[in-house]
């Protein structure tokens, strides 16, 4: 009992707790310690749920603003669809809003413009121009390009043989191709290359004016413009939103067209779709396309509004009277390219219909390699044969239809710089009496300038794939001449 008493280990122990602690327990400064690291964890733990929950909503809150700006914008490109649509399938008559500086040919007369004695609506932002309406009449070019299109079967051989000299004999141009890879769209790629290049437009008294510009138009293949009505902004309907593409598309040759591609999808349905396309001369460009800057910035307001001397033969009539300046107008003075629309293969749909195991793979891309470059070069044959001189190109196929951006971008590689030792490759290289580059690429060299115009995120993908193939080449050349 005394022993007891004097253990000061118990006595601290009864005096700290109600209960006997074992001997071999934790002690108390651990028990406190291990409380303060519990309360600590629960802080911080809160806080950090906290975050979380914070970061969450704000990226909920986000997504919810980009959608609804998304839909705003759909809604605009609908409506602007609408009125394209009213116009090409129409009289073919529109208003193009264009800015008009007050400057007058006396120096006496050349002082700033009395604002209080003209109303504010006359103006744009810029207090020493005003808005004035100029109307275009395009309907005998938009029957012109209807009546021309035409329409090349899937056994067509005048394409199918692409890797013979053309038809209509060796080219013209004797020089090298320029080849160029822009963000911009396609549209903004061929406003830059019309405006550069005039002399791709030929007039003549007895005729409407021609232009030597192909551009190629990644087709839907149920019908003209896609989903264009619906505020889409794929490829094809950019361009339909813009232009008379789809009056072109109405006509006999479109109807065909649209009818083999449902017949061949009945018949295979498997996504590849057959080589069968369009070409479509003349189709007049009546609106700038949705981007902020007007082509990267270089051409200006006064490019804009002379438009090269209006390429296309329309009835152009302006209106003296100033008109309010719209924000939402993107009519434009017309000018003309030529479009082929070909169906590129539809890799999701082939890849979605068949249960592709690990081992089969590379047999199924390589499938999808073999159908793309097929129709690919049967496109460059037809801009060929139909002598146009500049290309705008881009990553054919490489949205909703998923194709891979590298294998898009070698294949152009292959068909215009490279070549790849299949077909192509006919023995030592070199030019040929038939113009033809032999043992390279059968387009090297055919077209003066080609531009792939490939916006947004696909472009460095695009560019370093078509570069690195071009590497390719020039290593294995360097190591045959060793």
Known sequence: MHNHKLNP????????????RPANGPSPQYDHLHAKRRQHLKKHTTHGTRSIAVAAAIARQRRKESFAALQKKRERWAKMAEETRDIVLGDGKYVEERRVPR???SPLLMTAPNTASVPQNDFSSDIGFFTSGVSHDIYMQMQLSRQGTTFYPHYSWLLADWHLPPSNGPREFKGKTTIEFTRTSTLTATYALTVTHPDLVTTSPTSLPRTALGVLSFASPKKPGGGYLHGGNEQEEGLARCSSLVSSLSGEGGKEFYQTHRKYWKEDGSGLHDHSMLYSPGVVVIRKDDEETEVAGVLGEQSRNSRIG?????????????????????????????VISSVPVNAAAVRSKHTITPSEIEFFESGIRTAMKERMARILRCFEERGDRMLVLGAFGCGSSENRVESVAEIWAELLVTGDGDRESGGAEGEGEDGIVKGGARFRDVFEKVVFAVPGKTFDTFKRAFEMRVFEMELASAALED
Do not use: C, L, W
Request: aromatic residues 4%; glycine residues 0%; charged residues 15%.
């Open 310 to 338: 209006h390429p296309v033969a329309s009835t152009s009539t302006s209106i003296t009277k100033s008109i309010p300046p719209s924000s939402q107008s993107t009519f434009v003075s017309p000018y003309i390219i030529n």
């Open 9 to 20: 280990t118990r006595r601290k122990s009864r005096s700290s707790s109600s209960a006997p």
């Open 103 to 105: 400057v007058v040919d």
